[in-house]
């Protein structure tokens, strides 16, 4: 067996982050593209030129729904290691675009598991699901046995998969990790997600506080830790031997109102809040003019409403616990998003 990783879905924050963990311990790293990539793109090449790395990486473009072009892969590349970032992530498009959704995550996911068990059986791979799995609840604390409620699409199909792993852990000597990630931040966050959005937003809105832009509720509050620490946790537990379900979280509630205002505060920007039920709008002091506010049509129709989780089997067996909260994750992505914004 090689000294090889594979990372799908490299593109991500995630998959930025772990190839840079896996070179500096010595890893090969190839890195799996969709033909649909743009690798001309700023804002795809960018954290890899960020971290030092791009020159490092195998990169491998291919489209992981075929099943042939997944075990072409696993076939010649034998990884020690596959972590299986790509995916259909965006919650509110899993409503639009159910079968893509499924495709995207389910089938791809099945032909990785197949081909590794077919080609590379000595291959661990390990398996990023979502906290979205505990969508039926709220207000509650969620451990690796804590029942599955998912009701949107996106997490119903990163259910599925977990259950295909388990099914094959049973009936298999495959080694295949499952991590239950909650919601992860960092600078090199995509422009679709929440935290993104505002960072973006408001660096343009200090140069031009005519702009206003519309969110979904605020109020909800959610367990949020930063990117490359989770990364970290992926890369202990992918060293651990055996197949291994994890929790991956902060332990600690957020309201992502709490991320606005920890922005607004670092920039400076004197604001206050109106809020009114769920329903919530930041106004500007000095110009008297609302820059944020909710909208309803911005609200999801399932969401994680105060869901927390418990890592503490993480930190047991591989001692690990996150250290950066959120008001250092936002000065982070505020401090990013300045300097990109001036270059």
């Known amino acids: 067996m090689n000294n090889t990783m594979m990372i799908t879905g490299i593109n991500g924050q995630d998959g930025c982050y772990l190839a840079k963990i896996a070179l500096e311990n010595g890893y090969d790293v190839i890195g799996v593209q969709r033909k649909s990539t743009n690798n001309t793109s700023k804002d795809v090449v960018r954290p890899f030129y960020e971290l030092g790395i791009y020159k490092n990486i195998n990169f491998q473009i291919t489209e992981l729904e075929i099943l042939k072009n997944v075990e072409t892969l696993i076939k010649t590349f034998k990884p020690?290691?596959?972590?299986?970032?790509?995916?259909?992530?965006?919650?509110?498009?899993?409503?639009?675009?159910?079968?893509?959704?499924?495709?995207?995550?389910?089938?791809?996911?099945?032909?990785?598991i197949d081909s590794i068990e077919k080609y590379s059986r000595e291959t661990i791979m390990f398996f990023p699901s979502s906290a979205t799995i505990f969508?039926?609840?709220?207000?509650?604390?969620?451990?690796?046995?804590?029942?599955p409620?998912?009701?949107?699409?996106?997490s119903i199909s990163k259910f599925d998969t977990q259950n295909y792993i388990d099914h094959k852990i049973n009936q298999s000597d495959l080694t295949l990790k499952t991590?239950?990630?909650?919601?992860?931040?960092?600078?090199?966050?995509?422009?679709?997600?929440?935290?993104k959005k505002i960072t973006k937003f408001l660096v343009e809105y200090q140069n031009n506080n005519n702009l206003c832009i519309t969110v979904g509720d605020l109020s909800i509050k959610r367990?949020?830790?930063?990117?490359?620490?989770?990364?970290?946790?992926?890369f202990k537990i992918l060293l651990l031997n055996n197949s291994e379900k994890?929790?991956?979280?902060?332990?600690?509630?957020?309201?992502?109102?709490?991320?606005?205002?920890?922005?607004?505060?670092?920039?400076?920007?004197?604001?206050?809040?109106?809020?009114?039920?769920?329903?919530?709008?930041?106004?500007?002091?000095?110009?008297?003019?609302?820059?944020?506010?909710s909208d309803l049509d911005n609200f999801?129709?399932?969401?994680?409403?105060?869901?927390?989780?418990?890592?503490?089997?993480?930190?047991?067996?591989?001692?690990?616990?996150?250290?950066i909260n959120l008001n250092q994750i936002s000065q982070k992505m505020i401090d990013y998003e300045l300097?990109?914004?001036?270059k």
């Open 80 to 112: 020690k290691y596959l972590v299986h970032f790509a995916s259909q992530s965006s919650i509110e498009k899993s409503f639009k675009f159910k079968d893509l959704t499924y495709q995207s995550n389910t089938v791809i996911s099945k032909n990785i």
């Open 223 to 234: 367990d949020i830790g930063y990117a490359p620490e989770y990364a970290e946790a992926i």
């Open 149 to 154: 409620l998912p009701l949107s699409n996106y």
């Open 339 to 342: 300097k990109i914004n001036n």
């Open 179 to 195: 991590g239950i990630l909650f919601s992860h931040e960092s600078e090199f966050r995509r422009y679709n997600f929440f935290s």
């Open 135 to 147: 969508e039926g609840y709220e207000n509650t604390i969620v451990d690796e046995n804590t029942n």
């Open 300 to 323: 999801r129709e399932y969401d994680l409403r105060g869901i927390q989780g418990n890592n503490s089997k993480l930190k047991k067996l591989i001692d690990w616990e996150p250290k």
């Open 246 to 293: 994890f929790i991956i979280s902060s332990n600690i509630l957020y309201k992502l109102s709490d991320f606005v205002e920890n922005c607004l505060n670092y920039l400076g920007t004197s604001f206050e809040i109106v809020a009114e039920n769920n329903m919530m709008s930041f106004v500007n002091r000095m110009t008297g003019k609302v820059f944020i506010k």
